[in-house]
């Protein structure tokens, strides 16, 4: 089984997006930067409903932060996981905030945060997917108290799940900084395990490591790449997996 991490970018790159996805052949994926919008985008975005169609799954999960108008429609911002097994259970838990319609970007705080739960069966096994885009600070990656408070909040929340775990996100830190170290003691870091130098893709100026694939000790890992295809500003890290 495979599957796929990725901030899309609100989907900016659409065209070339949509086509690469559709050659992905994974089984699950999790977008961060994702978009509900059901008017003309005139390719400047990408819902996460085409996402999916691309991807070739049909179990969508999408969770909006925020959302406003443009034009007439609503234009939703958050993050989507797609399977092709059912999901068994749902959640969006806030970590900071909570959703805020008729978003103001010049006056409202964007920091608005939460992750995504939903749970398959596969083999009579159970696999936990969760999905976060993490608090963001503008001039570094090393975090901060309320980075540490709501990474905290995950961790905990990861503790109490049965079964298999895998956790994707852009979460807006760098390895070395004690909120991604406080993950690691609980999950396998691949990104790090993997000595990935950056996961920005090169339409930035960025080279940091800042998306991550963790899983779970009981996740047999059979192979972990970072795509460097340019469809974001980031990269596309994948998984190939089995539960043991």
């Given at each position: 089984?495979?599957?796929?991490?990725?901030?899309?970018w609100?989907?900016?790159?659409?065209?070339?997006?949509?086509?690469?996805?559709?050659?992905?052949?994974?089984?699950?994926?999790?977008?961060?930067?994702?978009?509900?919008?059901?008017?003309?985008?005139?390719?400047?975005?990408?819902?996460?409903?085409?996402?999916?169609?691309?991807?070739?799954?049909?179990?969508?999960?999408?969770?909006?932060?925020?959302?406003?108008?443009?034009?007439?429609?609503?234009?939703?911002?958050?993050?989507?996981?797609?399977?092709?097994?059912?999901?068994?259970?749902?959640?969006?838990?806030?970590?900071?905030?909570?959703?805020?319609?008729?978003?103001?970007?010049?006056?409202?705080?964007?920091?608005?945060r939460a992750?995504?739960?939903?749970?398959?069966?596969?083999?009579?096994?159970?696999?936990?997917?969760?999905?976060?885009?993490?608090h963001?600070?503008?001039?570094?990656?090393?975090?901060?108290?309320?980075?540490?408070?709501?990474?905290?909040?995950?961790?905990?929340y990861?503790?109490?799940?049965?079964?298999?775990?895998?956790?994707?996100?852009?979460?807006?830190?760098?390895?070395?900084?004690?909120?991604?170290?406080?993950?690691?003691?609980?999950?396998?870091?691949?990104?790090?395990?993997?000595?990935?130098?950056?996961?920005?893709?090169?339409?930035?100026y960025?080279?940091?490591?800042?998306?991550?694939?963790?899983?779970?000790?009981?996740?047999?890992?059979n192979?972990?790449?970072?795509?460097?295809?340019?469809?974001?500003?980031?990269?596309?890290?994948?998984?190939d997996?089995?539960?043991?």
């Amino acid at each position: 089984m495979k599957i796929m991490s990725l901030n899309m970018w609100q989907g900016r790159l659409e065209r070339v997006l949509l086509k690469h996805l559709e050659n992905s052949g994974v089984d699950f994926a999790c977008m961060q930067e994702a978009v509900d919008y059901d008017g003309q985008s005139l390719g400047l975005i990408t819902s996460y409903q085409k996402v999916g169609k691309s991807l070739g799954l049909h179990e969508q999960f999408f969770s909006k932060l925020i959302s406003s108008k443009l034009g007439d429609k609503e234009l939703a911002f958050g993050n989507a996981i797609y399977s092709n097994i059912p999901f068994m259970q749902t959640s969006t838990v806030f970590t900071r905030g909570e959703y805020k319609n008729d978003f103001n970007f010049d006056e409202d705080d964007y920091n608005i945060r939460a992750f995504q739960h939903v749970q398959v069966v596969i083999g009579g096994k159970k696999l936990n997917i969760l999905n976060h885009h993490g608090h963001h600070i503008d001039s570094h990656k090393l975090g901060d108290e309320e980075t540490m408070r709501q990474v905290k909040q995950l961790c905990d929340y990861i503790k109490g799940l049965d079964g298999s775990v895998i956790l994707c996100g852009d979460f807006n830190l760098a390895p070395e900084s004690e909120s991604i170290k406080l993950i690691d003691s609980c999950l396998d870091n691949l990104s790090v395990k993997h000595s990935l130098k950056t996961t920005r893709s090169k339409l930035t100026y960025k080279n940091e490591v800042c998306d991550y694939i963790f899983a779970s000790s009981d996740i047999k890992v059979n192979s972990f790449m970072m795509d460097e295809t340019i469809i974001s500003d980031h990269n596309a890290l994948i998984l190939d997996f089995d539960l043991v």
